[in-house]
């Protein structure tokens, strides 16, 4: 028994330490991330003005700036700095972006740990470790966990949902009532606040329980649906018009935007069919849990039941939520983990069986069920690596910031503010305004200061993101700055730039089976940083094994880090 408790305590670690560990591995954004992770930034560096709000916002915040397509909630970004500020003044700012990510992350872990819980007391205990290994071994909900990305906000009230929805054989009907009650609240905060396509899933839920909870009607659920619209309205609609300066209530905004003007369809566009015959199965990763455990589980009559409860609402969510052209996995996270668990109640019923049906059935049945769960937790760690192999932008931004403070602490000053232009691919690629600044500091670039929240020694790269194709066109643009970032280096007007870096990127997988590849050249007196270091060096290392073959990711230049020379050396600007 201990063994077990042992293995139980084992399996419930691995969802939160999987998630961090993709955190770590990962650390930067993307542009999806992009409002969300600047917002949590400004919050914590600015604050929230009472006096003179729109002047402050409107300087100080980069959202005034970069809107975005439809502005977006700030619900997310007060919970983060909120809960974030005590660690980040512990342990410095220079670690801000991971703790309010690690924040986000140990939330959805949490959330899954409680769908893991309730699973268990429905479902016993040998369904709950089927159920935490199949989840464990995903990619995509675990390297998203951390992200900052709109639907990662509602997947931990969703899912949360999820959990409180699963039966309780030991509780007394009115208690079976309230938790229903409470999943239908947060699914309703969830839609309100933060993604309004859960909004689907709200109804379909709703839509299944009329069915098979007899005692369940619109009179019970109705009155609580409408409490919870209202104290989510409370919640979204005067903090978003607060820092957004204008009366507003962001989802109905996207809503209107995406769904009824149909504009989310200059995104791409993707048939009906896609969520169920590619989504699905890239984010369940094994292909025996809808090859094998879910269809198996759906016939037999003693899991049916149980089967139908998790997957029929979820389902029916993604094939209405399938009319909308636009489509992206993470726009139907929500139902991995319902789907999942159908999964675990396949495989225990199949684990179940074999051991019934003789020792060398038994042994054979594990292994393939335990050999699938590996290789999928070896899909998902290559999945992991080539993934953090896409933040040049972020790499790029960490090796100046790291350049420009060896060079302020070797100087006399104690502090530097560096002006620095990021084009499209680097911004789209890992640079955030948390990658600007040391020691706790941000900058106003357009008063060119530092907001000093500790003293000490501290650099600031003051960020410019221009887009507008006119304006980089004229050489007087480019005199600003003494870095540049640029994926395209004539598209940086002067001729007194210098390149003093290059960070390289995932460009597909290289096979090299003559120990001839073809390689992107660069000048020799160009360094490579970041990643791509590491990755040149392990190829190195199999090539001198194999022979010369490599089979493993191409790396090719992405972002290049350029420096103004001026008289031969660039000009420390001290504060």
Same mark, same amino acid.
């Given at each position: 028994?201990?063994?077990?408790?042992?293995?139980?305590?084992?399996?419930?670690?691995?969802?939160?330490?999987?998630?961090?560990?993709?955190?770590?591995?990962?650390?930067?954004?993307?542009?999806?991330?992009?409002?969300?992770?600047?917002?949590?930034?400004?919050?914590?560096?600015?604050?929230?003005?009472?006096?003179?709000?729109?002047?402050?916002?409107?300087?100080?915040?980069?959202?005034?700036?970069?809107?975005?397509?439809?502005?977006?909630?700030?619900?997310?970004?007060?919970?983060?700095?909120?809960?974030?500020?005590?660690?980040?003044?512990?342990?410095?700012?220079?670690?801000?972006?991971?703790?309010?990510?690690?924040?986000?992350?140990?939330?959805?872990?949490?959330?899954?740990?409680?769908?893991?819980?309730?699973?268990?007391?429905?479902?016993?205990?040998?369904?709950?470790?089927?159920?935490?290994?199949?989840?464990?071994?995903?990619?995509?909900?675990?390297?998203?966990?951390?992200?900052?990305?709109?639907?990662?906000? %509602?997947?931990? +009230?969703? #899912? !949360?949902?999820?959990? $409180? @929805?699963?039966?309780? *054989?030991?509780?007394?009907? /009115?208690? &079976?009532?309230?938790?229903?009650?409470?999943?239908?609240?947060?699914?309703?905060?969830?839609?309100?606040?933060?993604?309004?396509?859960? %909004?689907?899933? +709200?109804? #379909? !839920?709703?839509?299944? $329980? @009329?069915?098979?909870? *007899?005692?369940?009607?619109? /009179?019970? &659920?109705?009155?609580?649906?409408?409490?919870?619209?209202?104290?989510?309205?409370?919640?979204?609609?005067?903090?978003?018009?607060?820092?957004?300066?204008?009366?507003?209530?962001?989802?109905?905004?996207?809503?209107?935007?995406?769904?009824?003007?149909?504009?989310?369809?200059?995104?791409?566009?993707?048939?009906?069919?896609?969520?169920?015959?590619?989504?699905?199965?890239?984010?369940?990763?094994?292909?025996?849990?809808?090859?094998?455990?879910?269809?198996?589980?759906?016939?037999?009559?003693?899991?049916?039941?149980?089967?139908?409860?998790?997957?029929?609402?979820?389902?029916?969510?993604?094939?209405?939520?399938?009319?909308?052209?636009?489509?992206?996995?993470?726009?139907?996270?929500?139902?991995?983990?319902?789907?999942?668990?159908?999964?675990?109640?396949?495989?225990?019923?199949?684990?179940?069986?074999?051991?019934?049906?003789?020792?060398?059935?038994?042994?054979?049945?594990?292994?393939?069920?335990?050999?699938?769960?590996?290789?999928?937790?070896?899909?998902?760690?290559?999945?992991?690596?080539?993934?953090?192999?896409?933040?040049?932008?972020?790499?790029?931004?960490?090796?100046?910031?790291?350049?420009?403070?060896?060079?302020?602490?070797?100087?006399?000053?104690?502090?530097?503010?560096?002006?620095?232009?990021?084009?499209?691919?680097?911004?789209?690629?890992?640079?955030?305004?948390?990658?600007?600044?040391?020691?706790?500091?941000?900058?106003?670039?357009?008063?060119?200061?530092?907001?000093?929240?500790?003293?000490?020694?501290?650099?600031?790269?003051?960020?410019?993101?221009?887009?507008?194709?006119?304006?980089?066109?004229?050489?007087?643009?480019?005199?600003?700055?003494?870095?540049?970032?640029?994926?395209?280096?004539?598209?940086?007007?002067?001729?007194?730039?210098?390149?003093?870096?290059?960070?390289?990127?995932?460009?597909?997988?290289?096979?090299?089976?003559?120990?001839?590849?073809?390689?992107?050249?660069?000048?020799?007196?160009?360094?490579?940083?970041?990643?791509?270091?590491?990755?040149?060096?392990?190829?190195?290392?199999?090539?001198?094994?194999?022979?010369?073959?490599?089979?493993?990711?191409?790396?090719?230049?992405?972002?290049?880090?350029?420096?103004?020379?001026?008289?031969?050396?660039?000009?420390?600007?001290?504060?």
């Amino acid at each position: 028994m201990k063994l077990l408790s042992v293995l139980d305590l084992g399996l419930s670690l691995l969802i939160p330490t999987l998630i961090l560990l993709h955190l770590f591995v990962a650390p930067y954004t993307k542009v999806e991330e992009s409002f969300n992770i600047q917002a949590t930034h400004d919050i914590l560096v600015y604050g929230t003005p009472l006096q003179n709000a729109y002047h402050r916002l409107s300087q100080n915040y980069d959202h005034f700036t970069f809107p975005g397509a439809v502005p977006r909630t700030f619900v997310g970004p007060v919970v983060l700095a909120g809960l974030g500020q005590p660690m980040v003044n512990l342990i410095g700012f220079d670690h801000a972006q991971t703790i309010v990510r690690g924040m986000l992350g140990l939330a959805n872990a949490a959330a899954l740990l409680l769908f893991a819980r309730n699973f268990r007391r429905a479902y016993g205990r040998p369904a709950a470790r089927w159920y935490l290994l199949l989840q464990a071994s995903q990619f995509h909900v675990i390297f998203y966990a951390s992200r900052t990305l709109p639907n990662m906000f %509602a997947f931990s +009230l969703t #899912t !949360t949902a999820a959990a $409180l @929805l699963l039966p309780n *054989p030991q509780a007394p009907p /009115e208690l &079976i009532h309230r938790r229903h009650r409470s999943a239908i609240s947060l699914l309703v905060m969830a839609g309100v606040i933060f993604r309004s396509e859960v %909004a689907l899933l +709200l109804f #379909t !839920t709703i839509f299944h $329980l @009329l069915f098979v909870v *007899p005692s369940t009607s619109l /009179e019970r &659920i109705v009155p609580h649906f409408i409490v919870a619209v209202i104290v989510s309205l409370i919640m979204t609609v005067p903090l978003d018009s607060y820092f957004w300066q204008k009366p507003l209530w962001p989802e109905l905004w996207g809503f209107y935007f995406n769904a009824v003007q149909g504009n989310s369809s200059e995104w791409g566009t993707s048939p009906w069919w896609y969520y169920f015959v590619s989504a699905i199965p890239r984010l369940l990763v094994n292909p025996l849990t809808w090859g094998l455990m879910i269809p198996v589980a759906w016939k037999q009559p003693a899991v049916r039941p149980a089967v139908k409860r998790l997957l029929v609402p979820s389902l029916l969510f993604v094939a209405i939520y399938s009319l909308q052209p636009h489509k992206e996995a993470r726009f139907i996270f929500y139902v991995v983990p319902s789907l999942t668990g159908a999964a675990a109640l396949g495989a225990d019923w199949i684990a179940r069986r074999s051991i019934k049906a003789g020792k060398t059935a038994a042994v054979l049945t594990w292994g393939v069920l335990l050999g699938s769960i590996a290789v999928s937790f070896v899909a998902s760690t290559g999945m992991l690596v080539i993934s953090s192999l896409n933040y040049p932008g972020g790499e790029a931004l960490a090796y100046l910031r790291d350049t420009v403070q060896a060079e302020v602490a070797a100087s006399s000053s104690s502090s530097a503010v560096v002006p620095v232009h990021a084009d499209v691919l680097s911004c789209m690629t890992g640079v955030t305004l948390f990658g600007t600044a040391t020691g706790y500091a941000s900058a106003v670039p357009s008063k060119g200061k530092i907001v000093r929240k500790n003293p000490g020694s501290s650099v600031v790269l003051a960020l410019d993101k221009s887009e507008n194709e006119s304006v980089l066109a004229q050489e007087e643009f480019w005199k600003r700055f003494d870095y540049v970032l640029a994926e395209d280096t004539t598209k940086v007007k002067g001729d007194d730039w210098e390149t003093v870096g290059v960070v390289k990127g995932y460009g597909g997988i290289e096979v090299s089976m003559n120990g001839h590849a073809q390689e992107d050249k660069l000048p020799e007196d160009v360094p490579v940083v970041g990643q791509g270091v590491s990755v040149e060096r392990w190829k190195n290392r199999v090539k001198a094994i194999t022979g010369g073959k490599w089979v493993g990711p191409r790396m090719v230049p992405r972002i290049y880090v350029l420096r103004r020379v001026k008289d031969g050396k660039r000009a420390v600007v001290d504060n």
